[in-house]
C-alpha cells in the first residue's frame, strides 16, 4: 500500500493571507487529484496533475506535482472563508488503474 | 453539470441485516467504483467495476460485499449482514476511461448506521 501523508493535519488563517498544503510519499505516483470535502458530503474534484514538475492554476490555488512525482503541494493565495474544508490529496499507483489512495487530509480554516 | 446521485443519504440497519446503497453514476461513464470512510479515518477504496465484473478490490472487500449493475443507470453495493465496524460514509465514484490522468468523481455518500 502506497501511503500519502498530508500535512498539516490543520491550519487556521485569517482572510487574506496564504497557505500551503502539503502531500508526500516514498512512493511514485501516476497521477494525483486534489479534492476539497465538506463535512456529510463527498469530495469534490479540484484538479489532477500527471507529470513531474507540473504546474496547475485554479484562480487562487496553485498545485505543483513533485518532480519524482511522489509529492505535491497545494497553495493558495489570499484565502477566503469560502476556502475553509478539508483538502485531500489521492494518489493513483502505478501498479493499480483504479485504486486511489487517499490521505487524510488537511483541515483548513479560514477566519474573516 | 452531470453529477454522481447517491441514495439514500442516510440508512440506519440493525447488526446482521442486509444493506443495498444505490448509485447512479454519471451517464457516459463505464468504470464505477466505491469506497468509504468511517468518521474521522481516510477515505479507503473498495471495489472498481467495469463492464460487469469487478477490476479491482481491496482487502476490506470481503465475501460480505457485493456490487452489481442490475439495469443501464444505477451502481450498487450490498452488505450481506452488517456489522457495528460496517458504519462508516459510503462514496460512489465513476469516471468515462482509466487512462493516465483520468479523473473520479465522487457522489455525495451514503451515511450508514449499525445498531
Known amino acids: 500500500t502506497q501511503l500519502l501523508e498530508q500535512s498539516p493535519q490543520f491550519l487556521s488563517i485569517q482572510e487574506g493571507e496564504n497557505l500551503t498544503v502539503y502531500c508526500n510519499s516514498s512512493s511514485v505516483f501516476s497521477s494525483l487529484q486534489w479534492y476539497r470535502q465538506e463535512p456529510g458530503e463527498g469530495p469534490v474534484l479540484l484538479v489532477t496533475v500527471v507529470t513531474g514538475g507540473e504546474v496547475k492554476k485554479l484562480k487562487r490555488l496553485t498545485f505543483q506535482f513533485g518532480d519524482a512525482r511522489k509529492d505535491s503541494s497545494l497553495h493558495i493565495t489570499a484565502a477566503q472563508p469560502g476556502d475553509t474544508g478539508l483538502y485531500l490529496c489521492a494518489g493513483l499507483s502505478t501498479d493499480s488503474w483504479g485504486k486511489f489512495q487517499f490521505g487524510a487530509g488537511t483541515q483548513v480554516v479560514v477566519t474573516p | 453539470e452531470p453529477e454522481v446521485t447517491q441514495t439514500p443519504s442516510h440508512q440506519v440497519t440493525q447488526m446482521g441485516q442486509e444493506v443495498i446503497l444505490r448509485c447512479v453514476p454519471i451517464s457516459n461513464h463505464l468504470y464505477f467504483y466505491w469506497y468509504r470512510q468511517i468518521l474521522g479515518q481516510k477515505v479507503e477504496f473498495l471495489v472498481s467495476f467495469y463492464n460487469n465484473e469487478i477490476s479491482e478490490k481491496s482487502e476490506i472487500f470481503d465475501d460480505q460485499f457485493s456490487v452489481e449493475r442490475p439495469d443501464g443507470s444505477n451502481f450498487t453495493l450490498k452488505i450481506r449482514s452488517t456489522k457495528l465496524e460496517d458504519s462508516a460514509m459510503y462514496f460512489c465514484?465513476?469516471?468515462?476511461?482509466?487512462?493516465?490522468?483520468?479523473?473520479?468523481?465522487f457522489g455525495p455518500g451514503t451515511r450508514l448506521t449499525v445498531t
Open positions: 465514484a465513476s469516471s468515462k476511461a482509466q487512462a493516465l490522468g483520468y479523473e473520479q468523481y
